[in-house]
């Protein structure tokens, strides 16, 4: 299935299990859609409109930069391949402008790249670059707008004070986990993996997007790291029924409450 296919099937079911647009007086966190394919980004405007964003969108990398600096987007969806510059290239120029734009709340614009490009050394580059998020295509329009939500909850600070899946708990603030009222004492990395893993709470976590997360982005991408921490975190958390954290055979990771 095409790019294109895959992204319209997406939309129809993200718009079909949505109640709609809700009519709230709230402001509504605006986008800003770059991709120089006519019908990626239509559906793209669409499926967000409909997702309760309020959605402009470009063609290029230099209309997208007018468009930013003439009305600052909370947030860009950014494809790394268009016309005149490349999406590495738009956000370099926009990280470096000597005032950094600001979104409508008053913080900097977050960045989530959106491409067909998998290169692992593309996605480290983007994220050094400033971009906040990275998925590629094709990919599903929930999870598009779950990342959008989590990136600019993050970016702006909003971090909830504490983390519950079952009767395990995280507090990020003093580094406290405990299970079953009990405390588990982790070290910092098995902490950061934890932490990582109870925040998508619910979602399949892949080996790659691990590594990228809790690793260094230089880290040399050994995904047996991963299953090593993953033991050491069993160890440690799931020494008592119910399970929490889940095996998802030839993907990653999944950190999921008892089902009811």
């Known amino acids: 299935m095409s790019d294109k296919a895959s992204l319209s099937k997406a939309a129809e079911h993200t718009m079909t299990a949505s109640t709609g647009p809700s009519d709230t007086a709230e402001r509504k966190d605006h986008l800003l859609v770059v991709d120089d394919e006519p019908t990626v980004r239509e559906l793209l405007r669409t499926a ?57 709340r008053g913080g900097e614009v977050s960045v989530l790249f959106v491409t067909a490009r998998e290169d692992r050394q593309d996605r480290i580059r983007g994220l050094r670059l400033g971009g906040d998020d990275y998925i590629t295509k094709p990919f599903d329009l929930e999870e598009l707008v779950a990342r ?92 008592r029924e119910p399970k929490l954290i889940h095996t998802v055979r030839g993907v990653g990771y999944i950190v999921r409450g008892p089902r009811p």
């Open 148 to 239: 959008i939500h989590a990136v600019l909850r993050r970016t702006r600070g909003e971090r909830p004070s504490r983390l519950v899946v079952g009767d395990l708990v995280l507090e990020p603030e003093s580094h406290h986990v405990a299970r079953g009222g009990r405390t588990v004492p982790l070290s910092p990395t098995e902490f950061r993996l934890l932490h990582f893993l109870m925040a998508n709470a619910g979602r399949t976590m892949s080996k790659s997007r691990i590594l990228l997360s809790v690793w260094d982005y230089d880290f040399g991408g050994d995904p047996s790291i991963v299953d090593t921490y993953i033991s050491y975190l069993r160890r440690k958390v799931d020494t």
């Open 48 to 104: 967000l409109r409909y997702a309760g964003f309020e959605v402009d969108a470009a063609e290029t990398g230099g209309e997208a930069l007018e468009l930013a600096e003439r009305r600052p987007p909370d947030l860009i969806l950014l494809d790394v391949m268009l016309p005149d510059m490349d999406g590495f290239e738009v956000i370099r120029r926009l990280r470096a402008m000597p005032q950094p734009f600001r979104d409508g």
